[in-house]
């Protein structure tokens, strides 16, 4: 079984940061991507950022120069870093990969989501 694990989320003043943890563990293969993406309530699921196996990494306008994706030192392990928090950034944030296991079937994983919220 494969599955992606999040943390980090929570409620921080406007112009505050946080930062997301996600790892990926199980029976798996390859995994070329990492990603970060984020529903707000009555809105559909954006992506926020993601990062390539070879590290090219692209973000949503709304946050380029504000978040950061970063590889972990840990195996399939990625960040985002938020800094310069906004109200208008408050959703719950997926953490996404598409996986093969060594089973060699595909999954587009999706974890269950940490809510961010940005209040004063």
């Known amino acids: 079984q494969v599955q992606l694990v999040e943390s980090g989320g929570g409620l921080v003043q406007p112009g505050g940061s946080l930062r997301l943890s996600c790892a990926a563990s199980g029976s798996i293969f390859n995994i070329n991507a990492m990603g970060w993406y984020r529903q707000a309530p009555g809105k559909e699921r954006e992506l926020v950022a993601r990062?390539?196996?070879?590290?090219?990494?692209n973000y949503a306008d709304s946050v380029k120069g504000r978040f950061t994706i970063s590889r972990g030192n840990a195996k399939n392990t990625v960040y985002l870093q938020m800094n310069s928090l906004k109200p208008e950034d408050t959703a719950v944030y997926y953490c996404n990969a598409p996986v093969t296991t060594l089973k060699f079937e595909y999954f587009e994983l999706w974890g269950r989501g940490t809510l961010v919220t940005v209040s004063s």
């Open positions: 990062l390539t196996k070879g590290d090219n990494s």
